[in-house]
């Protein structure tokens, strides 16, 4: 029995042994305070590096998509970031008039350049909108951007833009005694081949031949319809009831007679094809209003004297698009993200 | 034999309590230090670009093999181009994704939101998303 009891001790007192040697083992894994400190410090400091790293990558995809973002709603809007007011069109959807009586009011190279480089500047904006989160707790700060530029050589594209200062992010330590700052350049510069340059002079192309021949093809059908600018009536009439009297149809009659006519032909919304690219016509419009211009009555010679004028509402939508598949860019539609080709649309009026 | 019978019985079991211990020692400081690098590398993963954007679902899934430019596999899934061919991708590449419009909200999300750490990412058209680690 004791020699059990002695046994047992001193199995015991080597399992105590044994543990104490398992536990201070276990305890030189664990850190010290300060080797803790400086885990933590190269933690953060690692962290931080790469949430710049991170904060580059997204600025330089966005950038990337504000510029395939800018060509496809600036090449929409007829080159322009912003239709101007003297050039809207608004036909359910807004277009950009090129061509007016004949007339090309068409943005030139240089002002497509700077439209571009707005809408791109805009888009940047708001990918810097409320600056970037790096796994939840790594905020960097995104700098405002100035300077920024599209430009075109041939087909190529470079697009740039200078950033006011540079990405930053900062930590301060939980005693408040050190903070940790890294920054990064944040100026943004890419440079992409696409045709749109081409595509842009194939649409003023189309439209330098179109424009003048829509506006020309239009008087034609309305003179030729035979209706008259001036006539006389007695004075007892009023110009519509001498115009009925003389035409067979009163101005609403008339105007829509001279619209169908224009609607009808083929001359008016067919553009020149294109060698290269991908073009479309559409006539928004072909509506003529008849209003009176001038009257004058003679109660002693009984007569009527009357003058007309035939206001046109006609307008062609045209358009030129890139149809190689394998060049579109990825867009926001207003509604999801869609492979699109980059063209241009625009109108044309009479 | 007999004798020694007890001590080694008592020995046995006292190693086995401080094998946990020593396992639970272990396990703090994996938690506590080691998983932390870990996350962080798996963040960066995540954000790791290449190359060019628009080229469609089928270089995106040959890219898996290499690293992968997130914005463009949320950009082609917002579009919903294959969703069920990006979805497996996406389970495989153990990420999820979401979507927020400009004040903050969530208007599309894929795979398993919990872990909670999540990193901005640029969309098309000026918005932007979140990537997280499923």
């Given amino acids: ?350 | 034999m007999s004798k020694y019978k007890g001590s080694v019985i008592a020995l046995a079991f006292l190693a086995v309590i401080a094998a946990i211990i020593l396992g639970a020692a272990l396990i703090f400081f994996y938690f506590t230090f080691l998983q932390k690098l870990l996350v962080i590398n798996s963040g960066i993963d995540v954000l790791v670009s290449s190359g060019d954007i628009g080229s469609g679902l089928s270089s995106l899934l040959e890219a898996k093999k290499g690293p992968v430019n997130n914005a463009e596999i949320i950009g082609t899934l917002d579009g919903k181009a294959d969703d069920g061919a990006l979805a497996a991708t996406l389970g495989k590449m153990q990420k999820s994704l979401s979507v927020y419009d400009g004040s903050g909200t969530r208007i599309w999300s894929h795979g398993n939101q919990s872990s909670g750490l999540y990193t901005d990412v640029a969309l098309t058209g000026g918005r932007k998303g979140r990537a997280g680690l499923s």
Avoid at chain 1, 292 to 315: F, G, M, T
Wanted: glycine content about 8%.
């Fill in chain 1, 1 to 350: 029995m004791k020699g059990t009891a002695i046994n047992i001790l001193t199995a015991f007192l080597i399992a105590i042994a044994f543990f104490i040697f398992l536990f201070s083992i276990s305890f030189s894994f664990l850190p010290t305070d300060i080797e803790a400190e400086k885990l933590e410090v190269r933690v953060d400091t690692y962290s931080m590096e790469n949430a710049l790293r991170a904060a580059k990558i997204y600025l330089d995809t966005g950038f990337r998509f504000s510029a395939y973002q800018a060509m496809h709603d600036t090449g929409a809007n007829g080159g322009w970031d912003a239709i101007p007011q003297e050039s809207l069109y608004a036909s359910g959807k807004a277009f950009a008039i090129w061509s007016d009586k004949g007339n090309d009011t068409s943005p030139a190279e240089e002002q497509l350049e700077g439209e571009l480089a707005k809408a791109m500047a805009r888009r940047v904006g708001e990918y810097r909108g409320n600056g970037f989160r790096f796994l939840n707790d790594y905020e960097v700060r995104l700098p405002p951007y100035k300077e920024v530029r599209a430009e075109f050589t041939g087909n190529d594209i470079a697009v740039s833009a200078v950033a006011e200062n540079r990405l930053s992010i900062g930590k301060t330590s939980g005693d408040g005694n050190r903070t940790a700052m890294i920054e990064k350049s944040g100026d943004l510069k890419d440079s992409f081949s696409y045709p749109y340059l081409a595509l842009f002079r194939e649409a003023k192309r189309i439209n330098s031949e179109s424009g003048p021949a829509i506006a020309t093809e239009t008087q034609r059908i309305i003179e030729a319809a035979g209706y008259p600018k001036t006539f006389h009536g007695t004075a007892d009439q009023t110009c519509e009831e001498a115009f009925t009297k003389i035409t067979g149809r009163n101005y609403l009659s008339a105007g829509q007679e001279l619209g169908r006519r224009i609607a009808e032909s083929g001359a008016i919304g067919k553009v020149p094809l294109s060698q290269e690219y991908v073009t479309e016509s559409l006539v928004l419009s072909s509506e003529v209003e008849i209003i009176e211009a001038s009257s004058s009555k003679n109660n002693l010679k009984n007569e009527l004297d009357c003058e007309v004028q035939y206001r046109k509402d006609v307008a062609v939508m045209a358009g030129v698009s890139d149809g190689d598949e394998s060049r579109r860019v990825p867009v926001y539609d207003g509604g999801k993200t869609t492979f699109a080709p980059l063209g241009f649309s625009f109108v044309m009026k009479a």
